[in-house]
């Protein structure tokens, strides 16, 4: 299948942590990585796509959803970045439709819920994405409308929150903590795919790959150029945080001032896809070969980073 090997895994089936509700099996998959290491951690939060029979029957259109709602076989891109660089990978298995982990606990539009509500439904009430339909669990899609049949329970939800949000995010923040503390410096690479964008104008071609650092906030700027000068440098159209700065994770994690620095990857799924964008295409492991190397290069510019916070003693500065 595309030249892809070792769909299982770079480390076989990795640390399992959480808890899908209804299944038995893990909301998510951490492998550790290999020596060499590099100071990156890749995470890819959409790559889920099992679901429990009774989330299935609650949805209208399931198959047309789930499609729409996954970050189609990005997962795939993710293992064999980790196979290639032996860096550490954290994999969703927790579907999106389920609880999305790039949204905040409270990002909810609260009258999809039954039961009782938070006193301050903050989500409801000031996040857009919420509003337009996709907030912690989604709601809406465009061409489809409302995803379910039914409203969520209250209880329902609290238990994805703490059976699937809390521990992912507890997981991907130690690992990126271990990493600083051993580099001076660490860099989260947080996959995502996209839909293909729109042209930007009647000559334009639109972007393959978006490179999201919240508009400078999650990163140094100086990783985020070097992202766009590597995929430039290899002749493949880029854009830098439109339509997408990155979300919840982003928010989260990315935190420069302590050396820990995040980007989101947007990668078009017609780069890596086939023409139905259901199943992985032909152009699956270059993509994945483009992407191993921009991780070697990230690696190089962070690893400084860390040499220059330990001869600078700037850390411990920056931890207080």
Known sequence: MSGISNLAGPDGTGIPGGRVPGMQR???RFHPGRAPMLPVVVAVPHAGRDYPAEVLEEMREPDWSRLRLEDRHVDLIGREIARMTGVPLLVAEAPRALIDLNRSPDDMDWTMVSGDRPAKPRGSLVNRRARSGLGLVPRRLH???EIWKGRLAQSDLSVRIENIHRPYHRTLGKALEDIRDAWGAALLIDLHSMPPLKPNGANLKPAEFVIGDRFGASSD???SARALEYLEGAGRRTAHNRPY??????DTHGAPRRNIHALQIEVCRTTYLDTRLAEPGPRLGSVARLLAGLV????EVVARMGEDTRDGGGLAMAAE
Do not use: E, I
């Open 221 to 223: 700027t100086g990783v």
């Open 143 to 145: 061409g489809l409308g």
């Open 26 to 28: 893990p909301a998510f």
């Open 296 to 299: 070697r290069q990230l690696a």
């Open 245 to 250: 700065s990155g979300g919840y994770v982003l």
